[in-house]
């Protein structure tokens, strides 16, 4: 079975500091990914998504962005944090066409 | 993307009571998704509807692919505590790979 695991869980870090945030998917091969943020109030908001390795496309211009060096490996970064950059960070997973995504965990980011 | 409204908003429901929600959006969509989500946690898929009119279960879960595939809804039945959660809608536009997401149904059941 399929199964995604993103990390850390929580984060706390200060303005200007770097990010990095990791996803990897196992148990299925050449999915779509993405990269959803949660804010208070609680709607997603698409940030990346990919459909191969090296393929992004980035829905919000913003300080963020991220990376597929592998199939199943997605990657969130930063170079410098923005107080704005906190919330919940989400990484999804689909297969081809109709099919649902699925979420991991969350990463918890705190920017102080 | 597009926007999708989901109401209501929040729920306050005792035990026992059936909930329903629903979602509409001014475009349509190719495919409908229901989502739970948990505190701290990534939402969860309940319910997957890929054609319009198609009515789908899951346990006490029912929901519809609207006729004019520009809505949907979720009806819970007979709801018990640990139905407690945010539930979203999610909507696979025409053309694209990525849901638009709803904001949201809060529910909270008492015993």
Redesign the interface.
């Known amino acids: 079975s399929q199964t995604i695991h993103q990390w850390p869980a929580t984060l706390v870090q200060p303005v200007g500091s770097p990010l990095s945030l990791e996803c990897t998917v196992e148990g299925t091969s050449n999915p779509n990914l993405y990269w959803y943020r949660q804010a208070a109030g609680r709607g997603l908001q698409l940030l990346f998504y990919s459909v191969g390795i090296g393929q992004i496309s980035s829905e919000v211009p913003q300080n963020l962005s991220a990376s597929r060096p592998q199939d199943r490996q997605f990657i969130l970064s930063s170079k410098k944090l923005l107080l704005s950059d906190s919330g919940f960070y989400l990484c999804a997973w689909s297969g081809q066409g109709e099919s649902p995504l699925h979420f991991g965990n969350g990463t918890r980011l705190t920017v102080t | 993307?597009q926007q999708l409204n989901q109401s209501p908003q929040s729920m306050f429901i005792q035990e026992g009571e059936d909930v329903s929600m629903n979602c509409t959006s001014s475009s349509i969509f190719?495919?409908w998704?229901w989502?739970k989500q948990d505190p701290?946690?990534?939402?969860?898929?309940l319910i997957?509807l890929?054609k319009a009119g198609e009515l789908t279960s899951n346990g006490r879960l029912t929901a519809q692919f609207g006729i004019t595939r520009k809505d949907s809804f979720l009806n819970i039945s007979a709801s018990i505590p640990s139905d407690v959660g945010?539930y979203?809608c999610?909507g696979?536009p025409n053309s694209g790979?990525?849901?638009?997401?709803g904001?949201?149904t809060?529910l909270l059941v008492t015993p």
Do not use: D, H, M, Q
Not at chain 2, 40 to 45: I, K, R
Not at chain 2, 97 to 101: E, M
């Open positions: 993307g190719n495919t998704l989502y701290g946690e990534g939402p969860v898929l997957a890929y945010i979203f999610a696979r790979y990525a849901l638009n997401f904001k949201g809060s």
